[in-house]
T-cell receptor, first 112, second 114 residues
Framework: AQSVTQLGSHVSVSEGALVLLRCNYS??????LFWYVQYPNQGLQLLLK??????LVKGINGFEAEFKKSETSFHLTKPSAHMSDAAEYFC??????????FGTGTSLTVIP | NAGVTQTPKFRILKIGQSMTLQCTQD?????MYWYRQDPGMGLKLIYY???????DKGEVPNGYNVSRSTTEDFPLRLELAAPSQTSVYFC?????????????FGSGTQLSVL
């Protein structure tokens, strides 16, 4: 089975600073990779996904992620954090029908 | 645009009670899923369905039952509630269930078993 590791369960950044959320996966075959965001009291929403078309994937709200096969990583970044980015972020991988594996999540706090 | 709708949003149960978490989607999606979210544990798949009349177990199915009589509805039943079932439950759906397809999530049901 796949496993997804998100380093850092809590990340704090100042408003305007770089956001870097880490995600590593275990797979010998490049899977499909996703980042979802969960705002308080809401369900998860897709931020971006990697499907092998390009290694640098751009998502909504200025986020992007880079797929690095050699490092089995799919880290999420945003050049300048905004207060509205405060949320829980989940990395997920999928290899086959109906099989999604989620990381444990990273809670992002943005300090004004 | 309703999407995936879950009811109730909050519920407190006593040990041994039963309840049904409702989930309905209006996007004509074939695949539907139930996840539970525990602090620091991410989301774990409980059950999923690939279409009306077809369901299958996920990673953590014990203590739960599901049914899928229509494309739209996918209720999750807890027969004998236990404290270990205290969690946030999310229903999700997708059209074809392919690996590169995004999931649409409901807003969740927060369940406490005391």
């Amino acid at each position: 089975a796949q496993s997804v590791t998100q380093l850092g369960s809590h990340v704090s950044v100042s408003e305007g600073a770089l956001v870097l959320l880490r995600c590593n996966y275990s797979s010998s075959v490049p899977p499909y990779l996703f980042w979802y965001v969960q705002y308080p009291n809401q369900g998860l929403q897709l931020l971006l996904k990697y499907t092998s078309a390009a290694t640098l994937v751009k998502g909504i709200n200025g986020f992007e992620a880079e797929f690095k096969k050699s490092e089995t990583s799919f880290h999420l970044t945003k050049p300048s954090a905004h207060m509205s980015d405060a949320a829980e972020y989940f990395c997920a991988v999928s290899e086959s029908f109906g099989q999604f594996y989620f990381g444990t999540g990273t809670s992002l706090t943005v300090i004004p | 645009n309703a999407g995936v709708t879950q009811t109730p949003k909050f519920r407190i149960l006593k040990i041994g009670q039963s309840m049904t978490l409702q989930c309905t989607q209006d996007m004509n999606h074939n695949y539907m899923y139930w996840y539970r979210q525990d602090p620091g544990m991410g989301l774990k798949l409980i059950y999923y369905s690939v279409g009306a009349g077809i369901t299958d177990k996920g990673e953590v199915p014990n203590g739960y039952n599901v049914s899928r009589s229509t494309t739209e509805d996918f209720p999750l039943r807890l027969e004998l509630a236990a404290p270990s079932q205290t969690s946030v439950y999310f229903c999700a759906s997708s059209y074809s269930g392919t690996a590169n397809e995004k999931l649409f999530f409901g807003s969740g049901t927060q369940l406490s078993v005391l």
